[in-house]
């Protein structure tokens, strides 16, 4: 799933492990996505589309 920042273009999340790069990051997992969902207005972050991949969908 894809997340824009359009406050902040270079933000950085530890705690989730997501570095937004242009104002854009790409998220690997629905957990990760939904804490982001989670981040007060002010940073600007808002999911633009794209699902975390399964498991399943996965590849090796």
Known sequence: MRFTSSIYKELVVHDL???F????????DKATADA???LP???GVRAVGGRPPTPASKSN
């Open 17 to 19: 492990g997501v570095t």
């Open 21 to 28: 790069v242009d104002g854009e990051a790409e998220v690997p």
């Open 36 to 38: 982001l969902r989670g």
């Open 41 to 43: 207005a002010e940073f």
